[in-house]
């Protein structure tokens, strides 16, 4: 991107607002064509919520199970919104096409699987018609193989954590129709959809302007942004503009750019005593995965990447078997220099830490 002009570079975190030349180029260079028959929603959970509605049309579900190993704040959020969840044992780092189903699901149960850095190939075809309802969520691999060749009754996907969009959520039925319900308007849910245009548009005015104060203006509106979303239970009627704008950046191929930033990474950087990089031949992962084994290790490194000015996120501490695990954004933002960058802070880190 226009890397050359940012006055405070930085790596990861939230997506800036993208001016609409840039935008096109971007989606003439990398296009892509996703042809499921899909509905968009202003949030991954409206789009997940809208499928669980759908599906008790037809029938009445008894328990809906998530992984334990999951997005804290999802599975809280669910429930707040449902009084049925039950939590089964997932295993996010070993990928095999088994789907372990626990033992007590039965086949009027809901189980969400998840697609765990877009490196799941879970199929599901082999398994008897008398199985609970599959809903697998592609949040951390859009587009990836099993996004695009799912074998789940129904998908879903948060997609602000990799477009640059204000929010948004997807869902479709692979190969079936998904029928259109109509759907009440909410003007709380589009307020926080105007309140992150302006975050993103502060944050770009950070990143290529010279006003500090401005930083801490769009953290705090994100986190207001976050809090909003939480908040938001009701499935709401997209605007016709909000709706259009994420249409266009459905258009956009991101992996194709982390699949090229990546190989470089992985040819600089590989498993230490401290950390093992979470990848996949073959697969191109979410971001640039270090899973530590040891808190202080975790936390040095890390700091060691935010004094760099590089924002690693941190995937879900909150679990008991793998507390230690950050992601390094590796997508359309960033080229060649800024992954030389990354691996020259990394090298720094791997010399200088005992
Ligand atoms: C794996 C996963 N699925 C779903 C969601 C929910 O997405 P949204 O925040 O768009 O509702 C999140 C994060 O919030 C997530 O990490």
């Not at 626990?102 to 969400?112: A, Q, Y």
């Not at 998908?155 to 990799?162: D, G, I, M, N, T």
Request: with cysteine; net charge neutral.
């Amino acid at each position: 991107m226009n890397s050359e002009n940012i006055m405070n570079k930085e790596i990861g975190s939230y997506f800036h607002w993208i001016d609409s030349t840039i935008a096109k180029s971007l989606f003439k260079k990398h296009p892509i064509n996703f042809r499921e028959n899909t509905h968009v929603f202003y949030s991954g959970r409206h789009a997940l919520k809208y499928l669980i509605n759908h599906i008790e049309q037809g029938r009445s579900i008894s328990k809906i199970w998530m992984p334990e190993y999951y997005c804290q704040h999802v599975t809280n959020w669910m429930k707040k919104n449902y009084s049925n969840i039950h939590l089964y044992s997932a295993h996010p780092f070993e990928y095999t096409d088994e789907l372990r189903i626990p033992e007590d699901v039965s086949e009027n149960d809901i189980l969400i699987i998840n697609n765990y850095w877009g490196l799941s190939t879970t199929r599901l075809s082999k398994y008897p018609a008398k199985r609970p309802i599959i809903i697998e969520d592609h949040s951390h691999g859009w587009l990836s193989r099993q996004c695009l060749h799912s074998e789940a009754d129904y998908c879903f996907v948060s997609l602000r954590k990799s477009l640059p969009i204000p929010l948004g959520g997807i869902c479709w039925a692979p190969n079936k129709e998904l029928p259109s319900y109509p759907l009440p308007e909410n003007q709380e849910v589009y307020s926080v959809w105007d309140k992150m245009v302006v975050a993103m548009k502060n944050k770009t005015e950070y990143l290529y302007g010279q006003s500090e104060d401005l930083k801490d203006l769009y953290l705090n509106q994100i986190a207001e942004v976050e809090d909003g979303l939480d908040l938001s239970h009701k499935v709401t009627k997209m605007r016709t503009e909000d709706k259009k704008f994420i249409h266009k950046w459905l258009q956009l191929d991101v992996l194709e750019i982390k699949k090229r930033n990546l190989d470089l990474l992985y040819r600089k950087i590989t498993d230490t005593p401290n950390y093992k990089i979470i990848k996949r031949f073959a697969y191109t992962s979410f971001g640039f995965m270090l899973l530590f084994s040891d808190g202080m290790a975790y936390e040095s490194f890390r700091k060691h990447l935010i004094d760099n000015q590089i924002y690693p996120s941190n995937l879900w501490p909150n679990n008991n078997g793998w507390k230690y695990f950050l992601n390094v954004h590796v997508d359309f933002r960033y080229g060649i220099e800024d992954m030389e960058f990354i691996a020259g802070c990394i090298e720094d880190w791997n010399r200088t830490y005992n």
